[in-house]
């Protein structure tokens, strides 16, 4: 401070690491302080942009190692959520700099990352040169951390955040005093002593465990807990000679989510035949509702895509089967099956990509494609390895004469996420086809690309001036999903606040909102338009203040007003307005409960959603909601059925009336009382056993899957 007071024309920025540092240092009052967020996608791209582009003189070569270094990324979502640790990314591009790829193995990769923490920021010179320990040394670092790992993680739970389990600093070096104590065969106050230092040592420098908060420490990241505590149980029985030490913990922990990456990694290092017998364990474990969870098939999934070594060699039986139930599984139907059972197939079939099992699942997946719809199997085709063939397949499908091959093919692309010059402006194209359903989605592709160029946006912006409704609302919703707030961008969507059809108004204001670019002046413009001639006009504006999301007295008010409009289209989006700004008061609930049985069924479709979004669950509300459940109107029935999901009454009578729209003649419907009922299970304990006997009852039923969807969300949410 008295160095910056001398040169206070200066402009300073003083950065630290979090651990050791205090905000005293500097008085907050002269010096504004701020903590570092996460790197978000685009962050991250920047910063793998910056480091190659800073070691390598050689473009080409920069180049090489930045693509290299997204993919592995892109493949694996665990290590992306490390990469968003500013601190962590720079190890993962230290280890790909030097070692010019990641680790196809994750355990590998931790390997390497938790020698680079040990090793890195001068932690081996320091300890080494300057004696810092009286008794540890280097090498006992990794051995005490792999020990304190398996402590620390015993004491958490699935709750903890993405730094693991939060310890105070007495806890910390009583548990490190004992381990200590056994490791270097001390007295107890000898390891206390070593204990802080340690503890001193992790505090003024960040490593493997860092303070979070004075006097609380955790490892810099729960991977490096999980990963560490699988090292100590594989250390323990190999130390032992005895397996059934990893056999005992996937039998305790099984289906226990904070334990699961601990699993996972524990079995991915194993030796082949030790992989295996750890696998089969699983597939045999038989957990509860089995039947119908698959719970025990889906974690063996997830193991063999952790790709062991050498695991066919050791039991090819066993992988063939674990293959052959997941594709079983995946062609049974999301009605039979549940929509989340299905999901996690995908999920597990697609991380096989780049394993030594990737084209033995896709021969499989080929057998049975006629009982995959075209769409999904050319996903799977993609995420295995034939990315190139299918967008081929794609883009020679946007020229087909069918409308219906051109649509599907353009949303194809838009979900495999391909952002190459190439499908960009086959993409382009589409945006002047013939069907303004094609033009619609295109530009709904082109905002999942990320894709906000010159050319990109020029050409969503032209589509305003479209003939077709649909058409000029994606694009706005395209606008606003892009990020791209300049002046001619928002601009062009307030000028869409006029625009004659009301969706297309509230996309432009959904995208302003997105941009925040929400202004005074947009809002007063709404509120003008609110009393204008036309019902169309009105309707539009409610709409689009409902999606700007400003809840002053003024806005509220006004909108209350058009409940009472003469034509239903206004006061439909009214209802809808009035449920978006969180304004639970007393006029407004009974203003709603009085359109809740208006004679549109547009109204009462959104004045029931509106329910669902205030948190207002009395007698009166619930009760309503309830007779909404047998509108003659399968979206007020399905908007009844997420509303007292969301208000959380899991009275008897709730919860028999949403069971029974799991036989809903409407699939939505069925969709939406099995969401509801998974959330009403979290504060009732009478859910689940319900949920059950109704599965049983409908075990041949075709809606059976929403049951199976329910039955999910109670157990595996609770876990």
């Known amino acids: 401070e008295n160095f910056l007071g001398q040169f206070d024309r200066n402009r300073a920025i003083i950065t630290s690491r979090p651990a050791g540092y205090r905000r ?34 050689d473009q080409a070569e920069a180049e090489r190692r930045k693509q290299s270094l997204r993919k592995a990324l892109n493949d694996n979502d665990r ?71 398996y402590w620390i993680h015993s004491q958490g739970n699935s709750q903890d955040n993405e730094g693991g389990t939060i310890l ?32 001193t040592l992790i505090r003024d420098r960040t490593g493997l465990l860092n303070e979070q908060g004075q006097d609380c420490y955790a490892f810099v990241h729960k991977t490096f807990q999980e990963y ?40 991915a290092q194993q030796k082949p035949k ?73 999920q597990i079939i697609c991380s096989l990509y780049e394993t030594d099992f990737e084209a033995q699942v896709l021969e499989l997946l080929k057998e049975q494609s006629d009982r995959i719809s075209d769409c999904r199997f050319l996903n799977y085709r993609a995420e295995l ?44 194209a589409r945006l002047m086809d013939d069907q303004s359903f094609v033009r619609g989605e295109a530009a709904n592709a082109l905002s999942r690309l990320d894709n906000s160029s010159k050319t990109v946006v020029s050409a969503l912006i032209a589509r305003f001036q479209d003939d077709d409704d649909f058409v000029r609302d994606r694009a706005a919703i395209a606008l606003g999903n892009l990020g791209n707030s300049s002046e001619t961008v928002v601009n062009a969507l307030i000028a869409r606040l006029m625009d004659d059809q009301s969706f297309v108004c509230g996309g432009a204001a959904n995208a302003l909102g997105q941009l925040d670019k929400t202004s005074e002046s947009v809002v007063s413009t709404l509120l003008i338009r609110l009393h204008d001639d036309d019902d ?111 208000l959380g009454n899991s009275s008897e009578a709730v919860v028999k009336a949403v069971l029974a729209r799991l036989m809903d003649d409407d699939s939505y419907v069925r969709w939406r009382a099995a969401q509801a009922l998974g959330r009403l299970g979290k504060t009732s304990n009478h859910v689940l056993p319900t949920v059950i006997e109704w599965i049983e009852q409908h075990q041949d039923s075709d809606y059976v899957g929403r049951g199976i969807d329910a039955l999910w969300d109670l157990v595996v949410g609770r876990e």
């Open 24 to 57: 005293d240092f500097f008085r907050t009052e002269e010096f504004p302080h701020y903590q570092i967020q996460p790197f978000d996608d685009h962050k991250i791209s920047a910063f793998i942009d910056n480091w190659y582009n800073s070691r390598f003189q």
């Open 79 to 149: 290590i992306t959520l490390l990469a968003r640790n500013p601190l962590l990314l720079t190890i993962i591009a230290l280890i790909h700099r030097y070692q010019a790829v990641l680790p196809k193995e994750r355990f590998e990769l931790y390997n390497c990352a938790v020698k680079t923490l040990l090793t890195s920021w001068d932690a081996n010179k320091e300890i080494s040169n300057q004696k810092i320990f009286k008794y540890l040394d280097f090498y006992d670092l990794r051995r005490l951390m792999e020990l304190l790992a």
């Open 168 to 199: 105070n600093k007495n806890d910390l070096i009583a548990q490190l005093s004992k381990e200590i104590k056994t490791l270097k065969q001390v007295q107890l106050y000898q390891a206390k002593e070593e204990a802080e230092v340690f503890v």
């Open 228 to 267: 560490l505590c699988a090292e100590e149980i594989d250390y323990h029985a190999e130390n032992e000679y005895d397996f059934g030490i990893v056999l005992n913990h996937i039998k305790e922990h099984l289906h226990d989510s904070h334990w699961r990456e601990v699993l996972l990694l524990l079995i």
């Open 274 to 346: 030790n992989a295996a017998k750890a696998i089969r364990a699983v597939l045999t474990n038989n957990s509860k509702y089995e039947q119908w969870l698959h719970r025990d098939l889906l974690f063996a999934g997830n193991c063999v895509a952790e790709d062991p070594k050498n695991l066919r060699g050791a039991d090819g039986e066993l992988v063939q089967e674990i293959l052959e139930r997941l594709v079983e599984l995946e062609v049974s139907g999301e009605e039979r099956v549940g929509e989340k059972i299905r999901e996690q197939v995908f």
């Open 385 to 428: 390895g034939e990315k190139y063939q299918v967008i081929k397949i794609l883009l020679t499908q946007l020229k087909d004469k069918n409308y219906d091959v051109r649509l599907s093919a353009v949303i194809a692309l838009g979900e495999l996420g391909n952002s190459s010059t190439t499908v960009v402006n086959a993409l382009l």
């Open 536 to 646: 169309f006009v009105r309707g539009q504006a409610a709409y689009a203040l409902g999606q700007l999301g400003n809840s002053s007295e003024t806005v509220v008010n006004a909108l209350l007003q058009r409940l009472m409009d003469d034509q239903s289209f206004v006061r439909g989006w009214a209802a809808f307005a009035l449920g978006q700004l969180d304004n639970s008061s007393e006029t407004v609930v009974n203003a709603l409960l009085a359109v809740i049985q208006d004679h549109d069924s547009h109204v009462r479709g959104e004045a029931t959603s509106a329910f669902g979004y205030l948190g207002n669950s009395s007698e009166t509300v619930i009760s309503a909601l309830l007779a909404s459940l047998h509108d003659n109107y399968y979206v007020v029935r399905w908007r009844a059925a997420q509303a007292l999901g969301h």
